[in-house]
């Protein structure tokens, strides 16, 4: 049976209530004082706490508040004989399941205790639901690979602050993976369990931002031929993730600080003000600071983001963690492709550890896949590496070894688009407008080439 802790200075209360509750089947704890109940209550076992207002040492709001404050989960019912209602509104607010007046009728007592028991394993399991959604969340995540100290920093500042409420501005340079550290300080956070909705600003023409972000009423401009929800309203009560925040208007920034300031926002053609309650991560390859300070992005923006920053280092600066990030890619790239058996020579890796890998993260991959695809036998060697990938490799020799794994003319144009199509997006940083205009086809065209071709952005 439930443990509960009758917290009351008066003696004669604790006798009465203990043999009420004994007789119920409830195993009784007791605490003369408020400072007593408190460290009962905080060293476990107990499943209610029945809570005078009026106690020596502290008092029964002040137990209540240092309970909140080091979130024991504990359902408390409060008893008094000098209750008023702004006293119980106060405790309901400080997280009180109930208030009774002494001396406590017995039914309504009863009553009182079960419901409040009721509650609280409700929340317990509440919990434990909660965390098992933040686990499997979590676990389809791609990890964050490596053990140089560039970054165990950064999975060291993603554990401490992914609990909190802060707000945190992601840094790095393309393809460091600055997507894949605002994943996790969701998948790490209390609101796991809520969306994680992300926006690329860098993708969203100036004059859509706002739409796009806010919503918009139908009939609020040209083609607004129906109701839009925003990303923020889709966020409520998760997260919302302002990727290359460094490419938005300031007119859009403007409006993004007035967001964050007020915890409201407005459809654009709308009058009615949104409650929303969003944490919002952003990620850019500027050095925002300097753009403040050329009037280029908003300072008290930047201040509002930059409550933690984490900065995401280059590959170059980890190299001795390229091997380990080769071997998962090389793994993933061949479940995706249905493929097995290949793995790298150690001196392969050693040669990959000393390119410069400009692109990071995001051009090893292609790396490694395009080195999957050309190598032959089940050992991808150094020798494929100097030939495939470092400068001055022969890469016709590697066209001759595709041409003879394919029969079908159709399915190796389709190879050779996705590789053509892979590396323009990523040196235009997956920009897919800027993309479409560089290899000269309509925006609409490349989006439906991504999906036939199964190209995905990579974390």
């Not at 209750?83 to 017995?106: I, R, S």
Request: aromatic share 4%.
């Amino acid at each position: 049976m439930p443990t509960i802790l009758v917290a009351d200075d008066e003696p004669a209360i604790r006798r009465s209530l203990r043999e009420i509750l004994d007789f119920e089947g409830y195993g009784v704890e007791e605490a003369e004082d408020g400072e007593e109940a408190l460290q009962k209550t905080k060293a476990g076992g107990i499943d209610l706490v029945l809570l005078d207002i009026k106690m020596p040492r502290r008092d029964g709001m002040e137990v209540l508040q240092a309970l909140r404050d080091a979130e024991v989960g504990v359902p408390v019912v409060m008893i008094s004989g000098h209750g008023t209602v702004e006293t119980a509104v106060e405790a309901t607010q400080l997280g009180a399941v109930d208030f009774l007046e002494k001396p406590p009728d017995l039914n309504r007592l009863l009553v009182s205790v079960r419901n409040a028991l009721s509650r609280g394993e409700l929340e317990t399991e509440t919990k434990r639901l909660r965390q098992t959604v933040r686990d499997d969340v979590a676990s389809e995540l791609t990890p964050i690979v490596g053990e140089s100290p560039a970054i165990a920093r950064v999975k060291q500042t993603i554990e401490r602050v992914a609990p909190t409420e802060a707000r945190v501005l992601i840094t790095g340079e393309p393809g460091t993976g600055k997507e894949l550290v605002a994943r996790w300080v969701h998948a790490q956070s209390h609101r796991a369990d809520g969306p994680l909705v992300e926006v690329n600003c860098a993708a969203i023409p100036s004059e859509l931002i706002e739409s796009e972000l806010f919503g918009h009423e139908k009939g609020a401009f040209t083609g607004a031929t129906k109701q839009r929800i925003g990303k923020f309203e889709q966020a409520d009560g998760g997260t919302l993730f302002l990727d290359e925040i460094g490419d938005m208007s300031l007119d859009a920034q403007a409006k993004v600080l007035r967001a964050l300031q007020e915890s409201r926002i407005t459809r654009v053609g709308g009058d009615r003000a949104i409650t929303v309650n969003v944490r919002v991560l952003a990620a850019t390859n500027r050095n925002l600071r300097e753009a403040a300070e050329a009037r280029e992005f908003r300072e008290d923006l930047f201040h509002r983001l930059a409550v933690i920053e984490i900065d995401v280092p280059p590959l170059r600066e980890r190299r001795s963690d390229v091997p380990a990030i080769a071997e998962y890619v090389l793994g993933e790239v061949m479940r995706r492709n249905g493929m097995e058996g290949k793995v790298f020579a150690p001196e392969a890796l050693d040669r990959m550890k000393h390119l410069d890998w400009r692109g990071n993260v995001r051009e090893l991959r292609n790396v490694v896949e395009r080195l999957l695809i050309l190598s032959d036998g089940d050992t991808i060697a150094a020798d494929d590496v100097e030939r495939y990938v470092m400068p001055g490799g022969n890469g016709n020799e590697g066209i001759s070894g595709l041409v003879d794994r394919y029969d079908s003319l159709f399915d190796f144009r389709d190879m050779a688009e996705k590789v053509f199509i892979e590396r323009k997006l990523d040196e235009n940083s997956w920009n897919v407008s800027q993309t479409a205009e560089v290899i000269g086809i309509q925006r609409s065209h490349l989006y439906n080439k991504l999906k036939d071709l199964g190209i995905e952005r990579p974390e």
